[in-house]
C-alpha cells in the first residue's frame, strides 16, 4: 500500500531520508517499521519567513516495494524511407519537432545553420577570448540553439500550451537528471546539456532523419501560395512540401527574408535592459535571511517585478551561480546573457533586469515590421561603440547607476570578454535607462542588501524575445498566408524558453504531419 502526502519540513529534515521517515511516522500516525521507501513527487523552497521550509509533495511506500519508473525514449521506427518535412532550426522547437515527426513517422531533414556542439564550443572560445564572433556558430546558432549554452531552466508558466511533463519526461530520456520531475523550478546547467543535445542529433539520425549542420537557408522556395522547400546559402535546395520554422529570436536574417519575400510579419513588444551580477553570497543573505546558507539549501534565485512610471521593470532568466556570456551573433554588436553550470556552484549570481518596450517606442523606425528589431540592433551597437569596438561590455557599479555617476573602478566580474567603465545613460534609451535607475532602488526597498555598489550593471540584454511575430492561423498552425510553413517557436514568437519551445515544435510537427496524411 502507499499513500501520498504533502508537506513542510526543515530543510535539514528534507535532506535526510532517516530524518523524514522519523517526521512522517510522527506526523501521520505511520508505523515507522512499516515504512519502506519515500518518493519524492515535488519539491519547492518556502523562504517567504525566517524559518526556511522545503514544500514536499511525497509517495510513501507502507509495507510495499518501490519500484522506479525506467524513463525510455518512445519506440522510435525507422524513417529514412518516409515523406520528408523540412525543420529550419536545431535549437528546442526544432530538435523536439524533429522529434515527433519520427514518432509520427514522417521523415525530418533539420537545417541548422551553425556547427555541432564539438566544433562550436570554439567558436565559443575565440569570442570570449579573441572577441571574435561568428555569425553562424556562436552562444544562438549551432546544435541545440540557444538552448543548449542557456544552462537548461525548464520553468515555464506554458502548461495551458501543452504537455510539459512530456517534454521533462524526454529530457530525462536523453540523460538529463530525473530530479528536473521533482525540483518546482527545474534546470539542468550548462555543462550537462551539450551531452544530451548531442543524443538527441545522435538519435534523429539512427531513426533515419537527417541533420545538416553549417547549413544556412538562404531563400523560401514557394509556388502559387505553397511552399516547396528551401535554397541554402552553398546553393543547395532541398524540396518539401512542409517547412517547420524554429530559427529562434536572433535569426534576424530570416525575417529580413520573409519581409523582402512580402510573406507577412509582425512587429512585437519585447524588453530590453542590463545584466547586473552580484556576489551569490550576497544573494543568500538577502533571500534566506541568513549570514550563511549552510550545505543543505541550494543558492538562492530571485524574481521581482516592478512598476515604474507605468512600465514594467523585471527581472528575467535569474543564473544563480552563474556567469554572465557575450551572446553577440553579428560583429558589431554587444549582447549579454546568463547561465549556470548544474552544481550553481560559481561565486556569482546574475539576472536580466529589463523594461518592457512598446509599440510606440520603435515607431521612430516607422511602421516597418522591422522596426522592433532595428531598435533593439541599434542600442546593441552602441553598447558595442561604447565599449570600445570589441566585446568588453560597457559596466558600471549599480549604485552609480541609478545615480548617474561614472563608476571610479570595477570589480573583476565573471563576463569573461572584460568589462570597461562607462555611464550606461550614453548607451541606453533616455526611458529604459530612467526605468531602470529607480526599478533598481525600488528592488533595493524589496530586497534589503540589493542596491549596492558590489554589483555590477552589464549592457545590454536584449535578446529576452523575438521583436519579431511570424503570424499563423491558430487552428491550422501554418503561416497566414503560406500553405504548409510552419512558424514555430520563439523566433515566430509563440514560445519563450525551452520548454515553451519544445511543446509548439511537436505541435507544429503534429499538424504538419496530419494534413500529409
Known amino acids: 500500500m502507499h499513500k501520498e502526502f504533502s508537506f513542510q519540513v526543515s530543510p535539514e529534515t528534507a535532506a535526510n531520508a532517516e530524518a523524514l521517515k522519523h517526521f512522517l511516522a510522527r506526523q501521520y500516525g505511520l508505523p515507522y517499521d512499516d515504512i519502506n521507501h519515500i518518493e519524492i513527487l515535488k519539491r519547492s523552497i518556502d523562504a517567504r519567513q525566517r524559518n526556511i521550509k522545503v514544500n514536499l509533495r511525497a509517495q510513501v511506500f507502507l509495507k510495499e516495494d518501490f519500484q522506479k519508473e525506467e524513463i525510455t525514449p518512445p519506440s522510435y521506427k525507422d524513417v529514412s524511407k518516409a515523406e520528408e518535412i523540412i525543420i529550419v532550426g536545431a535549437g528546442p522547437a526544432g530538435l523536439f519537432a524533429a522529434l515527433r515527426c519520427i514518432e509520427l513517422g514522417k521523415k525530418p531533414i533539420v537545417i541548422e545553420r551553425g556547427k555541432d556542439v564539438r566544433a562550436r564550443r570554439r567558436d565559443l572560445k575565440k569570442l570570449n577570448i579573441e572577441h571574435v564572433v561568428n555569425e553562424d556558430s556562436n552562444y544562438c546558432f549551432g546544435e541545440g540553439g540557444a538552448g543548449t549554452y542557456s544552462d537548461g531552466k525548464l520553468y515555464t508558466r506554458s502548461k495551458k500550451r501543452g504537455d510539459v511533463n512530456r517534454i521533462l519526461k524526454l529530457l530525462v530520456a536523453f540523460g538529463a537528471?530525473?530530479?528536473?520531475?521533482?525540483?518546482?523550478?527545474?534546470?539542468?546547467?550548462?555543462?550537462?546539456?551539450?551531452?544530451?543535445?548531442?543524443?538527441?542529433?545522435?538519435?534523429?539520425?539512427?531513426?533515419g532523419g537527417e541533420v545538416l549542420f553549417d547549413s544556412r537557408v538562404s531563400d523560401m522556395l514557394i509556388t502559387d501560395g505553397e511552399v516547396t522547400g528551401v535554397s541554402l546559402k552553398d546553393g543547395r535546395k532541398i524540396g518539401a512540401k512542409k517547412v517547420i520554422l524554429a530559427t529562434g529570436h536572433?535569426?534576424?536574417?530570416?525575417?529580413?527574408?520573409?519581409?523582402?519575400?512580402?510573406?507577412?510579419?509582425?512587429?512585437?513588444?519585447?524588453?530590453?535592459?542590463?545584466?547586473?551580477?552580484?556576489?551569490?553570497?550576497?544573494?543568500?543573505?538577502?533571500?534566506?535571511?541568513?549570514?550563511?546558507?549552510?550545505?543543505f539549501l541550494p543558492p538562492s534565485a530571485y524574481s521581482i517585478v516592478k512598476q515604474v512610471g507605468g512600465r514594467g521593470v523585471y527581472s528575467f532568466c535569474m543564473c544563480p551561480g552563474g556567469i554572465i556570456a557575450p551572446c553577440a551573433t553579428s560583429p558589431g554588436e554587444i549582447v549579454t546573457n546568463g547561465w549556470s553550470p548544474s552544481k550553481r556552484d560559481q561565486a556569482t549570481a546574475n539576472s536580466g533586469i529589463v523594461v518592457e518596450i512598446k509599440p510606440s517606442d520603435f515607431a521612430i523606425f516607422g511602421d516597418s515590421?522591422?522596426?522592433?528589431?532595428?531598435?533593439?540592433?541599434?542600442?546593441?551597437?552602441?553598447?558595442?561603440?561604447?565599449?570600445?569596438?570589441?566585446?568588453?561590455?560597457?559596466?558600471?557599479?549599480?549604485?552609480?547607476?541609478?545615480?548617474?555617476?561614472?563608476?571610479?573602478?570595477?570589480?573583476?566580474?565573471?563576463?569573461?570578454?572584460?568589462?570597461?567603465s562607462v555611464e550606461l545613460g550614453e548607451v541606453l534609451p533616455a526611458f529604459v535607462y530612467k526605468s531602470l535607475q529607480k526599478g533598481f532602488e525600488e528592488f533595493g526597498k524589496s530586497m534589503?542588501?540589493?542596491?549596492?555598489?558590489?554589483?555590477?550593471?552589464?549592457?545590454?540584454?536584449?535578446?529576452?524575445?523575438?521583436?519579431?511575430?511570424?503570424?499563423?492561423?491558430?487552428?491550422?498552425?501554418?503561416?497566414?498566408?503560406?500553405?504548409?510553413?510552419?512558424?514555430?517557436?520563439?523566433g515566430a514568437g509563440y514560445a519563450g524558453g525551452i520548454v515553451s519551445?519544445?511543446?509548439?515544435?511537436?505541435?507544429?510537427?503534429?499538424k504538419a504531419v496530419y494534413t500529409m496524411n
Open 177 to 207: 537528471t530525473d530530479q528536473i520531475l521533482v525540483e518546482a523550478h527545474p534546470h539542468i546547467g550548462t555543462n550537462k546539456l551539450p551531452g544530451i543535445i548531442q543524443d538527441i542529433t545522435k538519435t534523429i539520425r539512427e531513426f
Open 250 to 295: 536572433s535569426a534576424r536574417d530570416i525575417f529580413h527574408l520573409l519581409h523582402n519575400k512580402g510573406i507577412l510579419i509582425e512587429a512585437k513588444p519585447f524588453a530590453l535592459g542590463v545584466r547586473v551580477e552580484h556576489p551569490q553570497a550576497l544573494i543568500d543573505q538577502i533571500q534566506y535571511h541568513t549570514p550563511n546558507r549552510g550545505e
Open 501 to 510: 519551445a519544445a511543446i509548439d515544435g511537436e505541435k507544429c510537427a503534429e
Open 448 to 490: 534589503k542588501g540589493y542596491f549596492t555598489n558590489e554589483a555590477v550593471v552589464h549592457a545590454t540584454e536584449s535578446r529576452t524575445s523575438s521583436p519579431v511575430r511570424i503570424p499563423r492561423d491558430p487552428a491550422t498552425l501554418e503561416h497566414v498566408q503560406i500553405k504548409g510553413l510552419y512558424p514555430c517557436g520563439e
Open 369 to 420: 515590421p522591422l522596426a522592433a528589431l532595428m531598435f533593439q540592433q541599434q542600442v546593441e551597437q552602441k553598447a558595442w561603440m561604447a565599449g570600445g569596438k570589441t566585446q568588453t561590455a560597457p559596466a558600471q557599479r549599480l549604485v552609480d547607476f541609478s545615480r548617474g555617476k561614472a563608476s571610479t573602478s570595477l570589480p573583476e566580474t565573471s563576463y569573461k570578454p572584460g568589462v570597461t
